[in-house]
């Protein structure tokens, strides 16, 4: 018996990609990804989760990373669809995988109805779609983990060349990057999130 994790990162960012991450695993190796102290990544350092991140990998038997660009989440925002964005990325994933069944963290406020959507998008029946799956499945959170490393190598990548902070809008550092951003060049670069509204009243939009 193959089963599916599939979560997020990075969607309350106001730059860089959201990641959808999910792992596969043999049901009877599950117990596996709790002993080594797997669990929601948000309860994690950067440091755990970059030493857990290689034991996840040498546990399970499959995993796949999609990344979405700030340009495609704004389309989906402008049409009020991030969930259903989301949805889709994470069918795509389990459609990857292919496992019997998958457990995933539904970011839409009716989680059966966002699992309705991605056992139909992913053709597959047993999808279990749950608020905070993260912190109740270990597959979930083992998913969580790959996410939220892939999430933050991507936000190194820009730090590298821009001093952007965390990339939430909560910090200042962000905040205040994006907007001499704009008043130099009118638009923020190509790695913020237009349709953020902290970013559309900065650009005067709203």
């Given amino acids: 018996m193959l089963v599916c994790g599939v979560d997020d990162a990075g ?7 959201l990641v959808i991450a999910g792992i596969r695993i043999e049901r009877k190796k599950i117990k ?11 309860q994690l350092s950067p440091y755990a989760r970059e030493n857990l991140y290689k034991k996840i990998l040498a ?4 995993y796949y990373v999609a990344k979405i660009s700030p340009r495609i989440i704004d389309q989906s925002v402008k049409k009020n669809a991030l969930n259903q964005l989301e949805g889709r990325y994470m069918a795509k994933v389990i459609a990857k995988l292919k496992p019997d069944s998958a457990y995933v963290d539904s970011c839409d406020v009716n989680p059966k109805r966002f699992g309705l959507l991605i056992s139909k998008l992913a053709h597959i029946n047993k999808v279990y779609s749950s608020h905070h799956a ?16 892939n999430r933050d190598r991507a936000i190194e990548k820009i730090r590298k060349n821009f001093d952007v ?5 909560s910090d200042s550092k962000t905040m205040n ?12 670069p190509k790695f913020v999130r237009k349709s ?11």
């Fill in 11 to 17: 969607r309350g960012s106001v730059l860089g990609p």
């Fill in 196 to 206: 953020w509204k902290p970013v559309k009243i900065l650009l005067g939009m709203s």
């Fill in 177 to 188: 990057f994006i907007k001499k951003a704009i008043d130099l060049d009118g638009v923020p």
């Fill in 59 to 62: 546990i399970v038997d499959d």
């Fill in 32 to 42: 596996q990804l709790s002993d080594i102290g797997v669990k929601d990544s948000k």
């Fill in 134 to 149: 993260d912190q109740r499945f270990p597959v979930v959170s083992a998913a969580s983990i790959i996410a939220k490393v």
């Fill in 165 to 169: 902070g965390s990339g939430y809008p």
